[in-house]
């Protein structure tokens, strides 16, 4: 039996990461998702996953703190991060992508774009 890439989904929006999910299960991933962003660090740990897709806004932290929290720690700084966000300004692009993650979406996503980024990384 061929094993799934496992995709970790930080997205506080339940409507956002149930389309997120979907997506991912219906082209052969499995899903661990996370809420808030507050136990990244710990599900990374427990579960390797091949992918995180972090919204940036989020509830508690910033998904821009989180991704350099990754990036700089030895255990997950191989994880490719695909940044999704709501924010679209030119400097956040590239405020964004300075931090670390390796490509970034603007919401709303394109079905095709999300899924074209998520088979480059995952």
Do not use: W
């Not at 149930?18 to 660090?41: H, M, P, T, W």
């Not at 924010?87 to 670390?100: C, H, P, Q, R, V």
């Not at 079905?111 to 990384?121: P, T």
């Amino acid at each position: 039996m061929v094993q799934k890439s496992k995709v970790l989904v930080v997205e506080d929006n339940e409507l956002n990461l149930k389309l997120f999910s979907d997506l991912l299960e219906a082209n052969g991933y499995e899903v661990i998702q996370s809420r808030d962003g507050k136990n990244v660090d710990e599900i990374c740990k427990q579960t390797s996953p091949a992918l995180i897709v972090m919204d940036i806004q989020l509830p508690n932290i910033s998904g821009l703190d989180l991704i350099q929290r990754l990036k700089i720690d030895e255990n997950f700084k191989h994880i490719p991060i695909i940044a999704v966000t709501a924010f679209a300004m030119t400097d956040d692009k590239e405020n964004i992508l300075s931090s670390g993650c390796e490509e970034y979406l603007s919401k709303p996503i394109s079905i095709a774009g999300f899924l074209e980024a998520v088979r480059k990384y995952a």
